[in-house]
T-cell receptor, first 114, second 110 residues
Framework: ETGVTQTPRHLVMGMTNKKSLKCEQH?????MYWYKQSAKKPLELMFV???????ENNSVPSRFSPECPNSSHLFLHLHTLQPEDSALYLC?????????????FGPGTRLTVL | AQSVTQLDSQVPVFEEAPVELRCNYS??????LFWYVQYPNQGLQLLLK??????LVKGINGFEAEFNKSQTSFHLRKPSVHISDTAEYFC????????FGAGTILRVKS
């Protein structure tokens, strides 16, 4: 595997389910990100981890819980989601969290909440 | 705080024609500017970036963009598009935070 991988690619869940999204980067980067991409809305940054430490949480509801066990892996744990949480969730990584470093994106997980 | 406006939600264009995708931004601090492309069912890929120096930036796939500080713009251009350029393009600005525009869908028709 190369670059940034995300699993699963598609997920359908009920509002009472608990599921997790997984992201893995094979680039030796130290910063990882979760984004939410909804139709006709700008990409929303949710969380930033730099050297496994959370450095940014953009007022994300607590039903989204990130976990970064090491610099290569990032999880997004989901529980009691709402239909409006349906979106494409993108993971990205960069060398570290500085202004000009390019972010490399995974293909995303398409989440549908019923 | 920063904001990014992509003025066109969709741009249809014929193959081999030139194209310009517009991006304007506002920021109270100095910024770095980026254009990303997203092909169907894929993540975003960096096309080009402006950090400093020459205001004309060349990227991959024949795209270029010009930073205009007085007009706070960073428009993306390509002199001759291909069918394979059909995708969604995102302008992004990094000041205190990285902020993305809403995207412009480029549809190249034969």
């Amino acid at each position: 595997e190369t670059g940034v991988t995300q699993t699963p690619r598609h997920l359908v869940m009920g509002m009472t389910n608990k599921k997790s999204l997984k992201c893995e980067q094979h680039l030796g980067h130290n910063a990882m990100y979760w984004y939410k991409q909804s139709a006709k809305k700008p990409l929303e940054l949710m969380f930033v981890y730099n050297f496994k430490e959370q450095t940014e949480n953009n007022s994300v509801p607590s039903r989204f819980s990130p976990e970064c066990p090491n610099s290569s892996h990032l999880f997004l744990h989901l529980h009691t989601l709402q239909p409006e949480d349906s979106a494409l969730y993108l993971c990205a990584s960069s060398q570290d969290w500085t202004e000009y470093n390019e972010q490399f994106f995974g293909p995303g997980t398409r989440l549908t909440v019923l | 705080a920063q904001s990014v406006t992509q003025l066109d939600s969709q741009v249809p264009v014929f193959e081999e024609a030139p194209v310009e995708l517009r991006c304007n931004y506002s920021s109270s601090v100095s910024v770095y500017l980026f254009w990303y492309v997203q092909y169907p069912n894929q993540g975003l890929q960096l096309l080009l970036k402006y950090l400093s120096g020459s205001t004309l930036v060349k990227g991959i796939n024949g795209f270029e963009a010009e930073f205009n500080k007085s007009q706070t713009s960073f428009h993306l251009r390509k002199p001759s598009v291909h069918i394979s350029d059909t995708a969604e393009y995102f302008c992004a600005v990094k000041g205190n935070k990285l902020v993305f525009g809403a995207g412009t869908i480029l549809r190249v028709k034969s």
